[in-house]
């Protein structure tokens, strides 16, 4: 069992910044591969950025390359999210999620993670 839980969230204006945080429990926090999604207002879960239980390897939206930057901290059982640039469209409550060694395939689809966290809001002011 893992629980996961996300901080950082809040109001920010078109342009600024931000840092998500996500912090789980348990001792095998390095063999998940980890990943952020977001969800807007009446819109479904999307794929934000995803990242692997070593970090070597980290994975983009299309819509967040560029201005979104995934990384971990193994030995803190931590993940981060720094955001710039950010667009009233990146608007939702984000979340973060687990995803287990043994997945392998595309790290968008959503049902491959196992354990979310309960979300934070991030709301971007035009």
């Known amino acids: 069992q893992v629980q996961l839980a996300e901080s950082g969230g809040g109001l920010v204006q078109a342009g600024g910044s931000l840092r998500l945080s996500c912090t789980a429990s348990?001792?095998?926090?390095?063999?998940?591969?980890m990943g952020w999604f977001r969800q807007a207002p009446g819109k479904e879960r999307e794929f934000v950025t995803a990242i692997t239980g070593n970090g070597v390897s980290r994975y983009y939206a299309d819509s967040v390359k560029g201005r979104f930057t995934i990384s971990r901290d193994n030995a803190k059982n931590a993940l981060y999210l720094q955001m710039n640039s950010l667009k009233p469209e990146d608007t939702g409550v984000y979340y973060c999620?687990?995803?287990?060694?043994?997945?392998?395939?595309?790290?968008?689809?959503?049902?491959?993670?196992?354990?979310w966290g309960q979300g934070t809001q991030v709301t971007v002011s035009s």
């Open positions: 348990g001792r095998t926090f390095s063999s998940y591969a």
């Open positions: 999620a687990t995803r287990p060694a043994r997945i392998t395939g595309p790290v968008a689809v959503a049902n491959d993670y196992n354990y």
